[in-house]
């Protein structure tokens, strides 16, 4: 069965503290991994990652792939309240329409 | 050019009530996903339509649950008989193509079983 793992569950950090969140997968089929924001709302769309080794970065955020480990990390650094959310990881399969998620990891970032 | 719409936004339902959660896909999508969110769980894909078409339904529970996507008005999730099981937050997505990399996610539905 597909299994994505996101880590830690949660984390309380301080304004302008890095983070970094993990998310290890073990799908069959692999193609893709997308990381999302969740704000008690819809999940909006932060990266696609399919290649391993190659950093996307946005602003404050970025994310890398592991494809021989399995892995994938979303940091932020100079973290702000604003970026309190849940993160999540999901890896697309072959299907095309169908994502497996993680949990999520829930930042609360404090002034 | 509105998001993906959901309504309604809650929804409280006394177990053994139907619940219709309405999905507006994105101007230009024809394709919708389901998706539920359990307490503590991560979500998890349901079905799959095009317009007027199932496409993939592998994640619907085989009773009490039903989809539809017709060619005019929104997508559809109904559940029949609700219990207190199917509490959850449930989102729609919607893309212009059959790929879910390119969707945009709606707010989601959260129903309550009471």
């Known amino acids: 069965e597909d299994k994505v793992v996101q880590s830690p569950l949660s984390l309380v950090v301080h304004e302008g503290d890095t983070v970094t969140l993990n998310c290890s997968y073990e799908v069959t089929n692999f193609r893709s991994l997308l990381w999302y924001k969740q704000e008690k709302k819809a999940p909006t769309f932060l990266f696609m990652l399919t290649s391993s080794g190659i950093e996307k970065k946005s602003g404050r955020l970025s994310s890398i792939l592991d494809k021989k480990e399995l892995f994938s990390i979303l940091n932020i650094t100079a973290t702000q309240t604003g970026d309190s959310a849940v993160y999540l990881c999901a890896v697309e399969t072959n299907s095309g329409y169908a994502l497996n998620f993680g949990k999520g990891t829930s930042l609360l970032v404090t002034p | 050019n509105a998001g993906v719409m959901q309504n309604p936004r809650h929804l409280v339902r006394r177990r053994g009530q139907e619940a219709r959660l309405r999905c507006s896909p994105m101007?230009?999508?024809?394709?919708v996903y389901w998706y539920r969110q359990l307490p503590e769980e991560g979500l998890k894909f349901m079905v799959y339509?095009?317009?007027?078409?199932?496409?993939?339904e592998s994640g619907m529970p085989k009773e009490r649950f039903s989809a539809e996507f017709p060619k005019e008005g929104p997508s559809i999730l109904r559940i029949q008989q609700v219990v207190r099981g199917d509490s959850a937050a449930y989102f729609c997505?919607?893309?212009?193509?059959?790929?879910?990399?390119?969707?945009?996610f709606g707010q989601g539905t959260r129903l309550t079983v009471v």
């Open positions: 339509l095009q317009k007027e078409n199932i496409i993939d």
């Open positions: 997505a919607s893309s212009p193509y059959g790929d879910i990399t390119e969707a945009f």
């Open positions: 101007k230009g999508h024809s394709h």
